[in-house]
Structure formats: structure tokens, C-alpha cells
């Protein structure tokens, strides 16, 4: 039986999972050592948040709500219940391909099956996360991804070119599609059209707009040639002004690609140098917009985003926090994205991932409808976004003492501590945007040795890492505390992956 996540009810905290057993209030105060403000956030075990300092005014993450279809109401309004409890204030909401436009059906009939495309609770979602105190940011990207990239499906004349002069590539990330030519009349009124239609008539009550420029593809037609952001800036000058007019307050958040005239990463070609209008929240990423602290002066809120809580662990989501503090950005928005899509492309190349349901940050033991966000690898790192973007410069071993207390209560062990480090690293090993780690998944592994790629060190790696999780597993089967029950069943549940056939992967030759 696949393990649960610990499910917390205001009555009576109840322990899901195999061979569980219920634990009253008052047991779960004594065996943890946390109040009862743990329980009254409902399933999840984070303590309230302590009231924030101002290392970073904005506070919250970056999540691809349209790639998350099987997600309805009651599992978003938990999700923003954990991001208030880790002293979040702001979401941005990736929204296109999410919701059921009228005027261009296309751009959501690859996510038909999405809960908010069949049922369109977006304005009660927003309207919950203004009770918790969150902001929420409706994203998309101009002339590309989700849902806009649908649009040549019907009018292919609006493809972006190559600089070869061929039509650009079908590219994504669930939703398959062609960047559009900017520098078509057609592609600007349809980008206006769209946005006008998402932010104005569908979700009025929303907070302001995340314009996420492409990182992996612009057009190099004669008229897009040497002046592609420009072009681009067309488009979101005028969005943000027709948001200012009806919202003076909106944030529109905008990526440096207009204004710093510096090469953009990726795409060797210069970045426009159009005026600023202070206005403009700045989005910065390590990949595709790098930190521009001229620029970050020039703006009265600037956000800095990376992959940390999606991907890695509580120390790269320590640099990250530390990073957009020494550039004097005022938000920390990184990446979580729980991904729960079934892929109909060969995802990263990876032709075993075809007709696979994602597992939301690789946890291959939850249901599809199943909110990922109190799963314990995935709490450590929430924690430690939650304590860093406090604290950035928090010592290591305070954090550990923390995340001992929060997890085990306040007599934590080392031991216990340095154990669920270690699995939430496993966990985080080698993981991508759409594959779990190898140590937890065994298609993953096999896709590996039929490429040739599973050699004899690295095979005797993943033997060597199961026996650490053995060992993990061991240490506390027989613990009655719920976070090392907790730890136990996750560890055992790895080990369980690795029997039968796919032993035979590992097997030493």
C-alpha cells in the first residue's frame, strides 16, 4: 500500500498510512512537542509562520497552475493554506491554457481535462487567497507556452522563424506548441485579446499579471531580426497599461529583456533599452534573466526566482534566498511546482514518460488528486524557504535545530534529523522538471540501461544509496514518534520499488 501523507484534522489528528494509528490532540502535543497552532492549519504539520522580518517584503512562490490538472478547489485552497503557514503574501499563478476561454478554445483543448477548465473555480481560488493575505498574480507568456502556443494549431502562418529561415520548433512542456511572430499585427491583437479576456472578464478580482518572457525560443524574421524585444514590448506595454487604467495598484511583474540592453541568456542577441517605468515589478531567474542591479534600483519591488523548493535542497534554497538579498531584490518568489499531468510527448526525450501521469516533485506513492504539498520531503523544503527567506544568512546548524523541532518535536535526535536530510536528498537526486530521481524510480533506471547509460560504478551507486535507505527505514520502523513513523514509511516505500524485476536492474554482473 502506498504511504499518505500525515493528515491532521482540527478534531483529532489522524495518522494515514499503513498500520498507522489515531492519535487524539493531546498525543500529538506530547509526542511532538508542538502546540496546538499546529493543528489548527488542518493538515499540514508547519507551525504558524513567526511575523516576517523584512529581509524580502514579497514572500511566496511561483507555481504552473495550468501543468496541475488534477488539482480542484478544496486541494488549491489547502495548498494556499501552506503558503500562508510559510509566510508567503504573494502567488504567482501561471493561468494560461488553465481556464476556458470563449474566444479561443484552442489554447485549452490540450488541458480540457484540467479541474479548472471543467469547472472554473479561478475566482474563488483568488478570492480564498485573499483571506489568507495572499496576492495572486495570474502568469503567461507573450507570443508563447502554455495555451498561446496552441494558436498556430490554426493559424500557422503566425510560427516564428528560425534563423535559418524555417518555421520555429514544436516545443513545450506538457503543452505542445510554436512560439508566434511578434511582428505580425494578427499575433498582437491575439496576445491583447487573450490577456484582456483572462485578467478582465475571467479573473477581475486577480492582483496583476507575471508577463514571462520565452527561454527557449524568439523569432528571427526580417522584422523581428535585431529588434525581437522590442517587437515583444509592443505587447506588454500596452497590457500593462490597460491593466494600470482599470487597477492602479496591479503588479505587473515583466522580465529586464526591455530595458537593459544586455545579451539574453540563451538567445545571443541584445535585450532592448526602452524607458522604465518604475511601475514595473522586475522578474529575475538564474537561467533566462539575470540579475541586473542598476535596473533593480530603478523599481519599487523586483523579484528573484529560482528552482530550489521544486528541485533541490534546503542549502541551494539558502543560496538562492541569499542571492536575491546581496542583489537588493525586494521578493523571493522561487519555484514550487507539483506537476500532475499525464505527458503525450516525449518529455526532456524521454520516451518512457509517454502516457505516464507526473508525480508531483517525484513522489511516485500519491494519488493523482492527492495535494503534495504536506508530503515530508516536501516540507523540509518548504521549511527552509520559510526560515531563509526570513533569515538568509540563518546558520545551518540553527536551521537543523529548527527543522528537528518542526518535524520530531522538541527533543529531536541528531540522528533522526541527519536521516531525513539524507532521504530528502535522495528524494531530490538527479531530479527534473518531469523525472523523479532514479533512486525512487525504476523505469527511470531501466530507460538508463537501455541507452546504455546504466554503468557498472553508477549501478553500484544506487545499491550503495539503497542500503543507506535500509538503514534509515531500520532506525525508526519501531519509533512512536509520527515524524520518524512518517520517515520510515517513505524510506520503506523506496526499498519496496527496488523488488522483483527491477532488483534484476541493479544487479551486480
Known amino acids: 500500500m502506498a504511504p499518505r501523507s500525515i493528515r491532521l484534522l482540527t478534531s483529532a489528528a489522524t495518522i494515514a498510512g499503513e498500520n498507522c494509528r489515531l492519535l487524539t490532540r493531546r498525543a500529538f502535543v506530547r509526542e511532538t512537542g508542538l502546540g496546538f497552532g499546529a493543528l489548527a492549519l488542518g493538515q499540514t504539520l508547519l507551525p504558524a509562520a513567526p511575523a516576517p522580518t523584512e529581509a524580502f517584503v514579497q514572500r511566496g512562490y511561483y507555481m504552473t497552475f495550468m501543468r496541475m490538472p488534477t488539482y480542484g478547489l478544496p486541494q488549491w485552497k489547502r495548498m494556499l493554506e501552506a503558503i500562508q503557514a510559510d509566510g508567503g503574501n504573494l502567488l504567482i499563478l501561471w493561468m494560461a491554457g488553465g481556464f476556458r476561454s470563449k474566444q479561443f ?64 520548433d514544436q516545443f513545450g512542456i506538457y503543452c505542445w506548441g510554436w512560439n508566434l511572430c511578434p511582428s505580425k499585427p494578427q499575433s498582437q491583437r491575439f496576445m491583447r485579446e487573450y490577456v484582456r479576456e483572462m485578467f478582465f472578464e475571467f479573473y477581475p478580482e486577480a492582483d496583476g499579471l507575471m508577463i514571462e518572457s520565452s527561454d527557449y525560443a524568439i523569432c528571427h524574421c526580417a522584422e523581428c531580426r535585431g529588434k525581437f524585444f522590442e517587437r515583444e514590448f509592443e505587447f506588454v506595454e500596452a497590457i500593462s497599461q490597460e491593466v494600470w487604467a482599470k487597477h492602479r495598484d496591479a503588479m505587473v511583474a515583466v522580465y529586464p529583456h526591455y530595458f537593459s ?17 518604475p511601475r514595473w515589478t522586475l522578474f529575475f531567474t538564474p537561467h533566462s534573466a539575470h540579475l541586473d542591479e542598476k535596473l533593480i534600483k530603478q523599481a519599487r519591488a523586483s523579484l ?83 526560515e531563509f527567506s526570513r533569515e538568509p544568512d540563518l546558520p545551518m546548524d540553527e536551521f537543523k535545530r529548527r527543522l528537528g523541532e518542526m518535524v520530531f518535536g522538541r527533543h529531536a535526535e541528531p540522528q533522526a534529523v541527519k536521516d531525513l536530510l539524507q532521504l530528502q536528498h535522495y528524494v531530490a537526486h538527479a531530479r527534473t522538471w518531469c523525472q523523479a530521481s532514479p533512486i525512487v524510480d525504476p523505469e527511470r533506471v531501466r530507460a538508463m540501461k537501455e541507452r546504455g547509460e546504466l554503468k557498472p560504478e553508477r549501478a553500484a551507486d544506487y545499491r550503495l544509496t539503497l542500503e543507506k535507505i535500509r538503514g534509515i527505514s531500520e532506525r525508526h520502523r519501531a519509533s512512536t514518534n509520527v515524524g520518524a513513523r512518517e520517515l520510515h514509511r517513505i524510506a520503506q516505500w523506496v526499498l519496496d520499488q527496488w523488488k522483483g524485476k527491477s532488483a534484476e536492474l541493479l544487479a551486480e554482473r
Open 261 to 277: 540592453g544586455a545579451t539574453v541568456p540563451g538567445f545571443g542577441v541584445a535585450a532592448a533599452t526602452k524607458p522604465f517605468d
Open 105 to 168: 478554445p484552442i489554447t485549452w483543448k490540450f488541458n480540457q481535462e484540467h479541474e479548472n477548465v471543467r469547472r472554473d473555480f479561478g475566482r474563488q481560488l483568488i478570492a480564498f487567497a485573499h483571506t489568507k493575505g495572499i496576492r495572486v498574480l495570474l502568469g503567461f507568456t507573450p507570443f508563447g507556452y502554455d495555451g498561446v502556443n496552441q494558436y498556430p494549431l490554426e493559424h500557422p502562418e503566425l510560427k516564428a522563424v528560425k534563423a535559418d529561415g524555417s518555421s520555429t
Open 304 to 386: 528573484w526566482s529560482d528552482d530550489g523548493p521544486s528541485l533541490r535542497t534546503p542549502e541551494a534554497i539558502q543560496r538562492g534566498a541569499q542571492r536575491g538579498k546581496n542583489a537588493g531584490v525586494t521578493g523571493y518568489l522561487p519555484s514550487l511546482e507539483p506537476f500532475s499531468f499525464v505527458a503525450n510527448h516525449a518529455e526532456e526525450g524521454e520516451k518512457y514518460l509517454v502516457g505516464r501521469r507526473q508525480a508531483p516533485f517525484g513522489l511516485r506513492w500519491l494519488k493523482p488528486d492527492e495535494m503534495p504539498l504536506n508530503e515530508l520531503p516536501v516540507r523540509v523544503n518548504r521549511f527552509a524557504y520559510r
